[in-house]
């Protein structure tokens, strides 16, 4: 089993800026991609950005320039800085490893950018 803790969500701003991180502890022997998802309220969860092991990031159009994803291995740790935050932003966050073919998510962290 694979166990995934997020942390970093709260309350912020429109321009700020928030740091969310996801550690995996459990079952691994190797961490494939990782990546992070939200959904806001009535919609369906998207894809944020994700990671391979390689290093290679992916990111919808829309956090472009503003997200950054980043991943520690040795401490299989992914992280997700967000900057420049609007209020369309707002979501809950998960993330997401895969591990020998297997997918694991977090329980998510909840992201709400108001004035």
């Known amino acids: 089993q694979v166990q995934l803790v997020e942390s970093g969500g709260g309350l912020v701003q429109p321009g700020g800026s928030l740091r969310l991180s996801c550690a995996a502890s459990?079952?691994?022997?190797?961490?494939?991609?990782m990546g992070w998802y939200r959904q806001a309220p009535g919609k369906q969860r998207e894809l944020v950005a994700t990671?391979?092991?390689?290093?290679?990031?992916n990111y919808v159009d829309s956090v472009k320039g503003r997200f950054t994803i980043s991943r520690d291995n040795a401490k299989n740790t992914v992280y997700l800085q967000m900057n420049s935050l609007k209020p369309e932003d707002t979501a809950v966050y998960y993330c997401?490893?895969?591990?020998?073919?297997?997918?694991?998510w977090g329980k998510g962290t909840l992201v709400t950018v108001s004035s």
């Open positions: 997401k490893v895969r591990v020998v073919g297997i997918d694991y």
């Open positions: 459990g079952s691994i022997f190797s961490v494939n991609a």
């Open positions: 990671i391979t092991s390689g290093g290679f990031r």
